[in-house]
């Protein structure tokens, strides 16, 4: 094999371009923008955690496998500004309690990978005073999701502004298409029926307290340690909005979200900068992935946590191209599948 052809130069992308370098001869990235993670890969810090079910599930099993792989990818690159600080899911409510409960029981990780801790332990943990009860994720933690796409782009050819639309345009003996909701565009997975979701991210100079913390929480939003001067909080989630402009009641909202569960943290915080992006998800929330016909295979649908899921994917498509076995349950390749969406009548 000679040459693949990636078509978006975002998280899923990258991420492709990283699996695939060492094993191809020349692996080129096509980014309509004019920078790398130009759109919804572009924020300075990203959490990083598997997507929280109370049962074991084809769904599950991918995100545990992704949460599993990434530590040993993100330890392998440079400046991505990885802090594996863990995190903190608070439980706020009584149906979070079953849920993480339940998860305890049915994923069985030992508890140095996930636990409950009490509201003081938790308090411990963290470096500031909480109130609520936690399911602790230990190696949970961020990086730079920004910085992560440059990181693992190294060493393959990228080629910028290149807005691509027609395959038959490209010499490759593989396609890859990682373009978000513009992977619709082309033949064949129009089908798809790919949503926007467009979020908003606030950053705040720490106050006094949140200065102090020094692990993630997660409590229907996010906040992340102070990194650079700055805590990142959020984020907005909007199905009904198609822009990216700033809204300012978003950072409002953000802040709120985040008093109505720690006050104490929230008080005394300067908003500082934001940024808004559009997510992709797939209209039954899990991503799409997989060979779409010969020689064009598909990674989208990553929604909100595509820095774990982008990676995950990476090596199944790179197994699926070179003809290798891959590392996951047939009942989770066929969810995974474009063909639930393209076969459907």
């Known amino acids: 094999m000679k040459k693949i052809a990636i078509i978006g130069g975002g998280l899923a992308g990258t991420a492709c371009a990283h699996a695939l370098k060492k094993i191809v001869d020349n692996v080129v990235i096509y980014e309509a923008g004019p ?23 084809p769904e ?18 440079r400046d991505i500004d990885w802090n594996s600080c863990g995190a903190l899911h608070l439980i706020t409510d009584e149906k979070r309690d079953i849920r993480y409960r339940k998860m305890i029981e049915s994923w069985g990780w030992p508890d140095e990978d996930m636990r409950l801790v009490s509201a003081q332990e938790a308090s411990e943990i963290a470096g500031v005073a909480l109130s609520h009860d936690s399911l602790y994720l230990p190696r ?11 990181a693992l782009a190294d060493g ?21 298409l990682a373009c978000g909701m513009n992977v619709q565009n082309f033949e064949g997975l129009e ?32 906040l992340s340690p102070a990194h650079n001067g700055e805590h990142a909080f959020g984020a907005s989630f909007q199905r009904w909005l ?10 409002l909202d953000n802040l709120e979200k985040l008093a109505v569960v720690a006050p104490v943290l929230a008080e005394d915080m300067r908003i500082t900068n934001h940024r808004a992006a559009m997510r992709t998800t797939a209209s039954d929330h899990f991503p799409i992935v997989g060979r779409v016909r010969d020689g064009v295979y598909v990674s989208t649908a990553h929604g909100s946590h595509g820095i774990i899921n982008s990676l995950e994917a ?3 498509l790179r197994d699926l191209i070179t003809g290798q076995s891959p590392d996951l349950p047939r009942e989770t390749i066929e969810r995974l599948s474009p063909a639930r969406y393209t076969h459907a009548t």
């Open 140 to 150: 949970s933690g961020y990086v730079s999701p920004e910085k992560l796409c440059h």
């Open 156 to 176: 393959a050819e990228v080629r910028l502004n290149m807005r691509i639309e027609n395959l038959d345009e490209l010499e490759a003996d593989v396609v890859i």
């Open 191 to 222: 089908r798809l029926n790919l949503r926007g979701v467009r979020g908003q991210v606030t950053y705040a100079a720490p106050g006094a307290v949140s200065r102090g913390l020094k692990t993630a929480l997660c409590y229907g939003g996010y």
């Open 35 to 57: 920078t790398l993670a130009s759109g919804a890969s572009g924020n300075k810090v990203g959490l990083y955690n598997p997507r929280l079910a109370a049962e074991v599930t």
């Open 60 to 77: 599950s099993e991918y995100y545990m496998r992704a949460f599993k792989r990434a530590p040993g990818i993100f330890e392998q690159l």
């Open 242 to 251: 198609s822009h990216t402009d700033i809204i300012p009641q978003d950072d």
């Open 314 to 316: 990476a090596a199944f």
